[in-house]
T-cell receptor, first 113, second 112 residues
Framework: EADIYQTPRYLVIGTGKKITLECSQTMGHDKMYWYQQDPGMELHLIHYSYGVNSTEKGDLSSESTVSRIRTEHFPLTLESARPSHTSQYLC????????????FGSGTRLTVV | SQQGEEDPQALSIQEGENATMNCSYKTSINNLQWYRQNSGRGLVHLILIRSNEREKHSGRLRVTLDTSKKSSSLLITASRAADTASYFCAPSVYNQGGKLIFGQGTELSVKP
């Protein structure tokens, strides 16, 4: 079944650790996105990609980095986690045709202690 | 960047009643999309209305678009407790390359 998967679902990690949040989609979508969302708040676009080897920073400055080596995979990495990185991270994908909506993953809830 | 602004911020109704949420935006759009988010989960795409459409239906959902007023509304008829969620609108414009910028959403609570 075509879908988008995020792992882990929950992550509690100590300050200073390097972490990678995984996002994979099986729909062959060209465009992929990462959003950051605090509880009850708006989503902030932090990274996006229009295809393999394409990555751009979003509207909200983020200390994270992303890569897009394969169409289906768009991981997000924090080199040194801090408590200020505590948030929910949502991955999404869409077709290049602008007439379709986004498909979102279930999110990763990150807590940095 | 183009962002939709939802109104009201929160809405509480009884099961069976209709729920109306509004969205305003600032510039010309290609289409406007509505999404639902259950607590702690990802967003689910509900409906997309193109700039040349004025009304669209999907099950108990009815979306209208008024490009002259730069506004849209989402109506949920005969609401159910399971409709309890946050609802977001997202305008899509050509010069944003398909990026969607989401506002704070409307938090809908449907009481049994």
């Amino acid at each position: 079944e075509a879908d988008i998967y995020q792992t882990p679902r929950y992550l509690v990690i100590g300050t200073g650790k390097k972490i990678t949040l995984e996002c994979s989609q099986t729909m062959g979508h060209d465009k992929m996105y990462w959003y950051q969302q605090d509880p009850g708040m708006e989503l902030h676009l932090i990274h996006y990609s229009y295809g393999v080897n394409s990555t751009e920073k979003g509207d909200l400055s983020s200390e994270s980095t992303v890569s897009r080596i394969r169409t289906e995979h768009f991981p997000l990495t924090l080199e040194s986690a801090r408590p200020s990185h505590t948030s929910q991270y949502l991955c999404a994908s869409s077709e290049y045709n602008r007439g379709h909506g986004y498909t979102f993953g279930s999110g990763t809830r990150l807590t940095v202690v | 960047s183009q962002q939709g602004e939802e109104d009201p911020q929160a809405l509480s109704i009884q099961e069976g009643e209709n729920a109306t949420m509004n969205c305003s935006y600032k510039t010309s759009i290609n289409n406007l999309q509505w999404y639902r988010q259950n607590s702690g989960r990802g967003l689910v795409h509900l409906i997309l209305i193109r700039s040349n459409e004025r009304e669209k239906h999907s099950g108990r959902l009815r979306v209208t678009l008024d490009t002259s007023k730069k506004s849209s509304s989402l109506l949920i008829t005969a609401s159910r407790a399971a409709d309890t969620a946050s609802y977001f609108c997202a305008p899509s414009v050509y010069n944003q390359g398909g990026k969607l910028i989401f506002g704070q959403g409307t938090e809908l609570s449907v009481k049994p």
